[in-house]
């Protein structure tokens, strides 16, 4: 793979009032986009914009935007609306609005169409040319629509703007090649390209070297991470790579897929030091037939082998899961094998979904979709079963201690600090706010649904 460098000039950044030009990046969808975020905002730091939190004191507002599921893009049409009062009392504001919606077929023309006060329009395969789109915003004078059909090569050491703290994430690969039947990923971000293995432990050491104690490995597949390389790669041999970095304490990936889990990767994480013993692993459906008709590429016993096989090489090990319901076709009874694969796996927690049809993707074209009311009476159901499993999971922590890394005060309840456990489970504790970045033991005494609340034992 041909690895090519970016360089981002100085430009002129005073707007007339002879003060810096600032930005605002707000960011629709996954942990990518979180990231690519970052890298939007360093370019822009490259070009001399400074960061703002307000709109509405802005010369360059970019919707970074998300389009897996309806709600999703709903948001965003939203603050594009809402944007155009902003433009209309500033016609000087640059608005861009970039990444998975308009990457989709028609949806850039759309948003030129419908929202004339949008200056700039790009995809996932050209973030790294948004200092060339403003430069031409700012000479043609009329919206720049620039969505490239294709994925191209990965661009290396693109400037970056990290939020500060105690965990910083890290893409090893782009695009996913599984073609699941329901999702949109695969046409809006191109298929699989993996990173460097040097230019990862690189970035991951700088991290480590920068103070970051837990680095979030992300990709859509990350299991099938390397398989392109030459010569070829496995996420194994690169989290064994990962866990000698000094410095580092916590290693966590996603998303990996079910079907591509190896033993070898078990293995790995079972023995490696920092690689934390959380297995998202996304089952979607508990029937055969719907799992078939996804596209998963595993059975639901597969997948009942796979997780056995995690709990008995690391009995504590956290399991979480993403589900969809009403996936077109999905009848009682196979509504009924979800229910009893999560009563038998007893998730941790899980992220629950309404199966949301996305134009282009073969389930849009499946007979037999299912009615609303079906849909949300499924979800009510999934959502109370699997609450109750993680309160009692949750319930049955207390007593114990666990390693935390603490992140930070708690927003709801600032005098509170939170951190998570190596099984990600979150944990509310008392103390000084120079426990923050440490890990420290922690005693669960009381247990809610979505976290836990413990007492600081000692410090490691
Ligand atoms: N790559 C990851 C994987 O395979 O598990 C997931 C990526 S996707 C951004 C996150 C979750 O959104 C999926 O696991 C799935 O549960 C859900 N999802 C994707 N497409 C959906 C759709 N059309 N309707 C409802 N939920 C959807
Ligand atoms: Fe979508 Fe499936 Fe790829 Fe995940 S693995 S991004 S659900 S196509
Ligand atoms: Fe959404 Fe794109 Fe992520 S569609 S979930 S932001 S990859």
Redesign the pocket.
Known sequence: MNKRDMKIDNRDSINPDGKRFRYHVSTF??QMNDRDSEILAGMLERMGYEKTGEMNDSDIILLNTCC??ETAENKVWGRIGELKALKSQNPDLIIGVCGCMPQQPEVGEKIRRRAPHVDIIFGTHNMHQLPKLIDRVRAERKTVVDIWENEVDIVENLPSKRVAGVKASVTIMYG?N?F?T????PFVRGRERSRNFPDIIREVGQLAGEGYKEVMLLG??VNSYGKELKPPSDFADLLLALDKIDGLARIRY??S?PRDFTDKLIEVIAESKKVCEQFHL?V?AGGNNVLKRMNRGYTKERYLELAAKIRAKIPWAGITT???VGFPGETDEDFAETLDLIQTVRFDAA?T??????SG?P?AEMPDQIPDEVKKSRIQKLIAVQNSISQEKNLAEVGRTHEVLVEGVNKGEPTLLEGRTRTNKMVLLRGEKDLIGQIVYVNIIESGTWHLDGELVARC
Do not use: E, S
């Open positions: 969808g996954c897996v599921r996913c599984n699941c329901y999702c949109i990923v859509q597949n996603m998303t897929h996304p979607q993403d589900l969809i992220f979904f309404v199966y949301n049809k996305r993707t389930a």
